[in-house]
């Protein structure tokens, strides 16, 4: 099938991979232009634009696409589809329309549940069993369309979103794929999802990140796995020369009880409002590596009782 592939970040590079790998006619790729990033802040092109480039597939990196000549632009691939995955951009009609089929989207949620921008991160944060991908035929409306596949995926516990951003990855190639060879073969169908529990999947904003320990331990480590690895949850400790920020990159409930905030034992349990969280692993500001609860404990010199703000 001739088709137009749009994405940006790592989650759309194996869907990608796999359309061209199955033979498709990638006629082009859109994704968003080169940012500025590292220590030099060069510009740097999306992971979707390098594989783009490996592949010899033209990419196009457009500001926007509501203006008549983007339509036009599009519109003169001749796509009988459209494949969208984490592009980052949203789709005007004129370009929902122009592919023979439509457009299909990869979304990161079993919809009606997670629409909007961060479905992964949102799922763990919420304490959800399960999640997803799903292909749905792309509306208008912020992720209102009808799907036509999805495949579910355990979340384990203290599960990090990134874990399950990975996981998610190779199932979603698979199902694209899957949809694409029962679009070509006028087997694919749609159903409209259910009007009831939809739920909206908010950008995540980086004043979501200090940790409040006055929440209940699942709550917080629910957060703090759901915030891994970006931006990352946080508190401030004083080690010895002023109040120094910290990530926590993985947590789990534990036994415990005591004032909210303040570290229990030598293994990196911290009370909580009702109960207590195991530090699984952390990051120093400024350090490269991570280190697990005991180590980072021992290394910052803390003893029980210390108050983690």
């Not at 194996?14 to 232009?33: E, F, K, N, S």
């Not at 799907?147 to 951003?165: D, F, K």
Request: glycine share 12%.
């Amino acid at each position: 099938m001739r088709v137009v592939f749009m994405g940006t970040p790592d989650f759309a590079v194996p869907t990608l991979a796999r359309l061209a790998q199955d033979g498709h006619d990638i006629v082009a790729v859109y994704t968003r232009a080169p940012a500025k990033a590292g220590r030099g802040m060069s510009l740097r092109p999306s992971p979707v634009h390098a594989l783009a480039d490996t592949l010899g597939v033209p990419v196009l990196t457009p500001a926007t696409l509501r203006t008549p000549e983007a339509a036009e632009t599009f519109a003169a691939h001749r796509a009988d589809v459209a494949v969208v995955v984490a592009y980052g951009m949203l789709l005007p009609q004129a370009i929902l329309d122009a592919p023979k089929h439509g457009c299909l989207n990869l979304h990161g949620s079993l919809l009606p549940r997670w629409r909007g921008a961060a479905p992964i991160q949102r799922a763990v944060m919420a304490g959800d069993a399960e999640s997803g991908v799903g292909v749905m035929r792309m509306e208008a409306g912020l992720d209102t369309g009808p799907v036509a596949l999805e495949a579910r995926l355990p979340i384990a516990p203290g599960m990090t979103a990134g874990a399950l951003h990975d996981a998610l990855m190779p199932v979603g190639a698979d199902l694209m794929a899957q949809a694409l060879a029962r679009l070509d073969a006028g087997t694919l169908t749609f159903t409209p999802q259910p009007e009831d529990g939809v739920v909206y999947a908010h950008k995540i904003t980086n004043d979501e990140a200090r940790i409040n320990w006055s929440k209940p331990a699942t709550e917080v480590a629910n957060r703090i796995n759901g915030l891994s690895p970006f931006p990352g949850a946080f508190f401030e400790v004083d080690l010895g020369k002023g109040p120094e920020r910290v990530k926590v990159l993985r947590a789990i409930p534990a036994a415990g009880a005591g004032e909210a905030g303040t570290l229990r034992d030598a293994e990196g349990i911290v009370a909580c409002g009702d109960g207590a969280v195991r530090l699984l692993e952390l990051r120093r500001a400024g350090k490269g590596g991570s280190a697990s609860g005991a180590e980072f404990v021992r290394g910052a010199r803390l003893t029980p009782g210390a108050r983690l703000g």
